[in-house]
């Protein structure tokens, strides 16, 4: 990897995220696809999340995905969310705009239902068992009946 004034910083922003191998993962994509982009863990103490998100687009970062526990206390400091990032409560994108701006986005549930669809398995009056982590689960739950009521 060659990483020179034109390779795109993109992080991984969360306390701690030493143990993560999301670095190295996203590292090997990148290059394996020739992208010039360099993935870096960006280690931010609860304390300091304003400064640090308000650092993004003065650093040149491009994006960073958000982890605990920032998912939610991270929005405040955004200039924009996407709807699913409101109706889910959390964060787990962030994009800095051409104009610096950053805009929150929450993949985790909208993932989650491209998979369901991909095989086929309509949710709409089914009774579910949502097994796994319990912040995922628990917003995947709200997101279910958010639909229910739209949907009916």
């Given at each position: 990897m060659n990483i020179d004034g034109h390779t795109t910083p993109l992080g991984l922003?969360?306390?701690?995220?030493?143990?993560?191998?999301?670095?190295?993962?996203?590292?090997?994509?990148?290059?394996?696809?020739?992208?010039?982009?360099?993935y870096l863990p960006l280690p931010v103490k609860p304390e300091q999340l304003p400064e640090a998100v308000r650092g993004?687009?003065?650093?040149?970062?491009?994006?960073?995905?958000?982890t605990v526990p920032h998912k939610e206390t991270v929005m405040p400091f955004l200039d924009s969310l996407a709807n699913?990032?409101?109706?889910?409560?959390?964060?787990?994108?962030?994009?800095?705009?051409?104009?610096?701006?950053?805009?929150?986005?929450?993949?985790?549930?909208s993932r989650f239902l491209a998979d369901l669809a991909a095989i086929d398995l309509p949710l709409l009056d089914r009774d579910c068992l949502i097994l796994g982590a319990e912040w995922l689960r628990t917003k995947t739950i709200v997101h279910m009946?958010?639909?229910?009521?739209?949907?009916g």
């Open positions: 922003l969360g306390w701690p995220v030493s143990h993560s191998l999301s670095p190295v993962m996203h590292n090997a994509a990148a290059e394996a696809l020739e992208v010039d982009a360099v993004l687009a003065a650093l040149g970062i491009a994006g960073v995905n958000v699913e990032a409101t109706v889910i409560g959390a964060v787990n994108t962030i994009v800095v705009n051409q104009n610096g701006r950053l805009e929150g986005f929450n993949t985790d549930w009946r958010c639909c229910r009521q739209t949907a």
